[in-house]
């Protein structure tokens, strides 16, 4: 049987037939690991280069393995890579163009002379920009590398293999073309004007992992001042897929959205969004928790404004004290917050057949398996539990079919229609409390997104065309 762990590729520089392939097989295997395949390189006079592809548990037997490689005679190690580091050689995306040119008159086409005519038809008329330029496909990816995954503010540079992984999906999933564009500034001013300024070229601008609150205050200048969609993707994606996660989970455990006592933990980008949109849905008692303890009206908070203004609009019942209390008879808990926060104690204080969704990465809020018995739906953000509540669910289709309408803005209807379309990929004989949310890989997704998403921009009377999925 395979061992679990991490695959790595190791370049080994071997004195011919010195070391026998079983004696390499038997090294590897003491470490923990398995071999999947010695490949040669090349080969040389006295040497040869192959590499070695083993599974290592863990990093550390991978050191150890290292160690005894370079002991073994006549051996050496060039370099060690993992499947994941390969992947980014050279970037993950690149840009081709959609036409070729083969001769001289193709060249006139695309080129001058015959593109000034082209020109002259959008200096005349510039919405068929959208017609005969890539704006009617391209999304501008926005960050300034300030809230990178969960590893914080790491830089715009840093950032960038995370707008290439962002690209590959809109792409795969949506056929969108995207380009990720890092912003080497963190002030609110200069990113504003910035994507203000290169807007042109771009059907819709997805900001990504900016730091709350800053990313309101982006957002909402974007949205005053671009006749185009702007959609932060760390806030409503994440809003959408789980206001989707937890209508079915509604449905399983027999109570209606109205009816439900939702506590929120984590109050930055993604708690927010999520909470309006609920709200919207017509969830009515929520309570916001963050690192300084209950959100409540009769607190005010002059260093995190906008925890007044999420304060104003929640937590009916004034609802106070330790996460334990408000989670006493919750029919619901959300966590977008930090590792390790629940207790057992906690989850077991909740109301009958709870739901919960701990989403905090790469540790959820507490580990599922200490809970999977006390729990009716558990949803989290990782791969290796059911219920990915995963945000690539809803940007390539939200924005598939922002394009599709050429909408010029994003409305709350959107968002509502797009989760419901989400949550309707689960047929109804298929819904169960381990499947409330299709997987990242159904590609019913993208599609029914898209066109919930038009349809919902034509009848708010903000979409620029009807797309022929509506025709």
């Known amino acids: 049987m395979m061992a679990s762990g991490i695959q790595y590729i190791i370049r080994?520089?071997?004195?011919?037939?010195?070391?026998?392939?079983?004696?390499?097989?038997?090294?590897?295997?003491?470490?923990?690991?398995?071999?999947i395949a010695l490949d040669l390189v090349r080969a040389e006079d006295q040497r040869t280069v192959r590499d070695l592809t083993v599974v290592m548990p863990t990093p550390e037997h991978l050191q150890q393995l290292e160690e005894a490689l370079e002991k073994l005679p006549g051996t050496t190690i060039e370099n060690v890579s993992d499947r994941t580091f390969l992947m980014h050689l050279g970037g993950k995306i690149e840009i081709q163009p959609r036409v070729q040119v083969k001769t001289r008159a193709d060249l006139s086409h695309i080129y001058t002379p015959g593109v000034a005519r082209v020109v002259e038809a959008i200096a005349a008329d510039p919405s068929k920009a959208f017609q005969l330029t890539m704006k009617r496909n391209t999304v501008a990816i926005i960050t300034d590398g300030t809230a990178i995954l969960g590893l914080g503010h790491l830089g715009p540079k840093a950032a960038l293999p995370v707008m290439e992984g962002k690209s590959v999906l809109f792409k795969w999933l949506g056929?969108?073309?995207?380009?990720?564009?890092?912003?080497?500034?963190?002030?609110?001013?200069?990113?504003?004007?910035?994507?203000?300024?290169?807007?042109?070229?771009?059907?819709?601008?997805?900001?990504?992992?900016?730091?709350?609150?800053?990313?309101?205050?982006?957002?909402?200048?974007?949205?005053?001042?671009?006749?185009?969609p702007v959609f932060h993707d760390d806030q409503h994606g994440t809003a959408i897929v789980i206001l989707a996660g937890l209508l079915n989970a509604a449905r399983v455990v027999g109570k209606s959205l109205q009816d439900l006592r939702v506590v929120v933990s984590g109050i930055g980008a993604a708690g927010t969004a999520t909470t309006d949109l609920l709200l919207a849905a017509g969830v009515k008692d929520i309570i916001g928790y963050?690192?300084?303890?209950?959100?409540?009206?009769?607190?005010?908070?002059?260093?995190?404004?906008?925890?007044?203004?999420?304060?104003?609009?929640?937590?009916?019942?004034?609802?106070?004290?330790?996460?334990?209390?408000?989670?006493?008879?919750?029919?619901?808990?959300?966590?977008?917050?930090?590792?390790?926060?629940?207790?057992?104690?906690?989850?077991?204080?909740?109301?009958?057949?709870?739901?919960?969704?701990?989403?905090?990465?790469?540790?959820?809020?507490?580990?599922?398996?200490?809970?999977?018995?006390?729990?009716?739906?558990?949803?989290?953000?990782?791969?290796?539990?059911?219920?990915?509540?995963?945000?690539?669910?809803?940007?390539?289709?939200?924005?598939?079919?922002?394009?599709?309408?050429?909408?010029?803005?994003?409305?709350?209807?959107?968002?509502?229609?797009?989760?419901?379309?989400?949550?309707?990929?689960?047929?109804?004989?298929?819904?169960?409390?381990?499947?409330?949310?299709?997987?990242?890989?159904?590609?019913?997704?993208?599609?029914?997104?898209?066109?919930?998403?038009?349809?919902?921009?034509?009848?708010?009377?903000?979409?620029?065309?009807?797309?022929?999925?509506?025709?």
């Open 175 to 228: 056929q969108v073309d995207a380009v990720p564009l890092c912003l080497d500034t963190t002030d609110v001013d200069e990113i504003v004007e910035t994507v203000v300024r290169i807007a042109p070229a771009f059907g819709g601008i997805n900001l990504e992992d900016i730091s709350a609150p800053r990313c309101f205050e982006v957002e909402e200048r974007l949205k005053e001042r671009l006749d185009i």
């Open 12 to 35: 080994l520089h071997m004195l011919r037939e010195t070391v026998p392939f079983r004696e390499l097989v038997e090294l590897v295997d003491t470490m923990g690991g398995d071999i």
């Open 290 to 471: 963050d690192r300084e303890g209950v959100i409540v009206r009769t607190r005010s908070y002059p260093h995190r404004p906008s925890w007044n203004q999420y304060a104003a609009r929640t937590n009916p019942r004034l609802a106070d004290g330790t996460l334990h209390d408000i989670m006493v008879d919750a029919d619901a808990f959300i966590g977008v917050s930090s590792g390790n926060l629940l207790s057992i104690e906690d989850v077991e204080a909740m109301a009958p057949n709870p739901i919960l969704f701990v989403m905090a990465n790469p540790d959820p809020e507490i580990r599922p398996e200490l809970v999977q018995s006390k729990v009716r739906v558990l949803a989290t953000g990782r791969s290796d539990y059911p219920n990915q509540i995963n945000n690539v669910l809803c940007f390539p289709g939200f924005f598939r079919g922002l394009l599709d309408s050429r909408a010029h803005t994003i409305t709350i209807g959107m968002k509502l229609k797009a989760a419901e379309a989400l949550a309707s990929v689960v047929k109804p004989e298929e819904l169960s409390a381990e499947y409330i949310i299709p997987s990242v890989f159904n590609r019913d997704v993208a599609p029914r997104v898209a066109v919930a998403v038009s349809k919902a921009a034509e009848e708010e009377g903000v979409a620029r065309r009807v797309p022929p999925s509506l025709r």
